[in-house]
Each structure stands twice: as structure tokens, then as C-alpha cells.
């Protein structure tokens, strides 16, 4: 396989792994936030209660997070090898 088409396949890796990190994050960001919401109303009504929405906002904030670390990393680690100059 020639340098160029493997820095091509390398490429699309790259950007498709952060595209796809970036659309499961989208896809979880609604319930954080609601979650979010949910909890900071329900704190001054029912402490006991809150502590459910405030895991579940944790646990999202904590995926998104971890999502988005390893796509970024993935990302970073895939970039093109800088060419050696003798």
C-alpha cells in the first residue's frame, strides 16, 4: 500500500472516530442538561430525590467526558508521522 493511500486511510480513521465521538456526545448532551435542570429543581423540594438526577447528570457529564478524552486522544495519536529530514 503507498504512503498516500495509507495517510488517507489514516485520515478518515482519524476525522471518523472524532466525528462519531462527537455525535454520541451530541446524542447524550439533551439528558445531561435536563438532568442538570431536573436536579437544581428538585434540590429545595426533595433532597433525597435530587440525588438521582444529580447521578444521572454525573454519570452522562462523566461519559461525555471519557468519550470525548479518548477520541481526542485516538485523534492526536493517528495524525500524520512528520517526515524525517536527514
Known amino acids: 500500500m503507498s504512503d498516500n ?3 488517507s486511510t489514516r485520515d478518515a ?3 471518523g472516530l472524532l466525528l462519531a465521538a462527537v455525535a454520541v456526545s451530541g446524542y447524550r448532551l439533551p439528558a ?4 442538570l435542570q431536573q436536579w437544581r429543581a428538585d434540590l429545595p423540594v426533595d433532597p433525597t430525590g435530587a440525588l ?3 447521578t444521572n ?4 457529564a462523566a461519559g461525555i467526558a471519557i468519550v470525548l478524552a479518548v ?3 485516538v485523534f492526536y495519536f ?3 508521522r512528520a517526515a524525517k529530514h536527514p
Do not use: I
Open 78 to 80: 493517528l495524525r500524520p
Open 52 to 54: 438521582l438526577y444529580r
Open 71 to 73: 477520541a481526542f486522544g
Open 57 to 60: 447528570f454525573t454519570a452522562n
Open 13 to 15: 480513521v482519524r476525522w
Open 32 to 35: 445531561t442538561f435536563r438532568s
Open 5 to 7: 493511500a495509507q495517510g
